[in-house]
């Protein structure tokens, strides 16, 4: 019944500040060599190669005063992925003045996780999952797909009662109190937002959370939700796609969407592979094509700056914000170097 996340936000700036792992613990390593190499006998090499990488941001730093509270956005994580393999796009979202809530699925879709039981201190492992033989892909990971929209929407419940001033245990004992959120959150401004299988993902917690205002779908893997849903989708979507992923059938789902809701939108980064919208893209050009195969031609900082762009101007758009991300607005049209309206089904910028 718990919830797993790693929460980002705007914090005060202050000298010293430690800097959280990118990769919280070996075990996740396992689970990454498991999902990516299949051999999870990798586990050690990729533990030298990222164990000791650090997310450039302050852990447990004090949050930041707002008057008027902050935009709250409910982040969910691609299959095979887990809660901090985003800290790129979550980090540059917090410090536009949003709060971001990576959540971990329990699923079996992450690559690991784990979840504490009543026990006091037991710790139990939930690894990855792969299609069980005779079991057809779409039934497994539809189900799936349920589950992960649901724990979206309970992590929606979680700072609705924060705001409403109650106490919530976290169990992980942090110095870090969930309590000073209570009125520096404004829930009338919300949004689902995911990657890959979280992409679509934040699809289906529109149908089952109306408070929910849009979606960002970062390349979004569609296959997972079933057609009767389509119609039922009720508010805008952004799909943000890379050039290397997308099937025209999956396209065709997104189209779906965008013939019924005139302000959804279906843009393509050029240059860009699937795990660009990771903080894989990251890694040194060497690691990441052993681990993932090729990678994009676009520059990652760029891709990620055109990505959060255009996100910023969907959000401001549907969520009312009195910002300036209105400057971005042409990327929505897939208008601006390096993006293209919806999918170029056309020779490879790559």
Same mark, same amino acid.
């Given at each position: 019944q718990g919830l797993f996340l790693r929460l980002f936000y705007p914090c005060?700036?202050?000298?010293?500040?430690a800097e959280p792992l990118w990769i919280p613990r070996s075990e996740y390593c396992g689970g990454l060599a498991d999902v990516t190499l299949g051999r999870r006998w990798c586990s050690a090499l990729l533990s030298i190669a990222i164990g000791s990488c650090k997310v450039p941001v302050s852990w447990n730093g004090s949050l930041k005063p707002c008057s008027s509270g902050y935009p709250l956005i409910i982040f969910s994580h691609g299959l095979g992925a887990f809660r901090t393999l985003y800290s790129s796009i979550c980090t540059e979202l917090a410090s536009w003045g949003f709060v971001v809530a990576a959540l971990e699925h329990r699923d079996h879709s992450a690559a690991t996780t784990y979840v504490c039981t009543a026990e006091a201190g037991t710790e139990e492992w939930i690894p990855f999952q792969r299609v069980?033989?005779?079991? /057809? &892909?779409?039934? +497994? =990971?539809?189900?799936?797909?349920?589950?992960r929209a649901r724990e979206c929407v309970r992590a929606l419940r979680l700072f609705q009662g924060i705001a409403g001033g109650r106490a919530v245990p976290n169990i992980l004992h942090q110095d870090w109190d969930l309590s000073v959120l209570k009125d520096s959150l404004d829930l009338t401004k919300v949004a689902v937002m995911g990657h890959s299988f979280g992409g679509v993902t934040a699809v289906?917690?529109?149908? /089952? &959370?109306?408070? +929910? =205002?849009c979606a960002v779908a970062l390349d979004a893997w569609m296959f997972p939700l079933e057609n009767v849903l389509y119609p039922e989708v009720p508010k805008p979507v952004l799909f943000i796609n890379t050039e290397k992923f997308q099937t025209p059938e999956s396209i065709a789902k997104m189209k779906r969407l965008s013939s019924r809701n005139s302000q959804t939108r279906i843009v393509t980064v050029l240059g860009t592979v699937h795990e660009d919208q990771t903080d894989f893209a990251f890694l040194p050009g060497k690691?990441?094509?052993?681990?993932?195969?090729?990678?994009?031609?676009?520059e990652p900082h760029r891709a990620l700056a055109i990505t959060t762009r255009a996100a910023?101007?969907?959000?401001?758009?549907?969520?009312?914000?009195?910002?300036?991300?209105?400057?971005?607005?042409?990327?929505?049209?897939?208008v601006g170097d390096s993006v293209v309206p919806d999918a170029p089904f056309c020779r490879s910028h790559l």
């Open positions: 005060l700036p202050r000298a010293g500040a069980p033989q005779g079991q /057809k &892909e779409f039934y +497994f =990971r539809n189900k799936q797909v349920h589950q289906l917690a529109l149908v /089952k &959370e109306p408070s +929910f =205002r690691l990441f094509s052993r681990v993932f195969g090729r990678r994009g031609t676009l910023l101007a969907f959000l401001q758009r549907h969520l009312k914000l009195e910002e300036e991300f209105g400057q971005w607005d042409e990327l929505l049209e897939g």
